[in-house]
């Protein structure tokens, strides 16, 4: 495996031009994994950019119901801790009898 490696940097190295140097990165395996690594993360960008948070073609709907969900989650998460905390506080009390 590291024969291949050393075999592309020396070929990278010993390139007279950049544009010879890239020309043999991207005939590598690994130059063909960088090529669709950057290809996809173009397409992620693009997409984020257009519909993410304060996107271009975002609709004002999805922040709504954005909020809507949070405000539920908060509200159950609160009810959920205040029933753990009586709860707590039952177990706490020492019992008589």
Known sequence: ???KVTAWIQSVVESKTFD???TNFIS???????LIFIFFMFIIT?????F???GFFR???WDEWN?????TEA??????NAEAKIKAEKQAQPTEK
């Open 1 to 3: 495996m590291f024969e």
């Open 20 to 22: 010879e140097a890239v």
């Open 28 to 34: 590598t395996k690994y130059g063909q994994y960088a």
């Open 46 to 50: 693009y997409l984020r950019v257009l």
């Open 52 to 54: 993410g948070p304060k």
């Open 59 to 61: 609709e004002k709907q």
């Open 67 to 71: 909020k809507e969900a949070e405000a």
């Open 75 to 80: 509200a159950e998460k609160a009810a959920h």
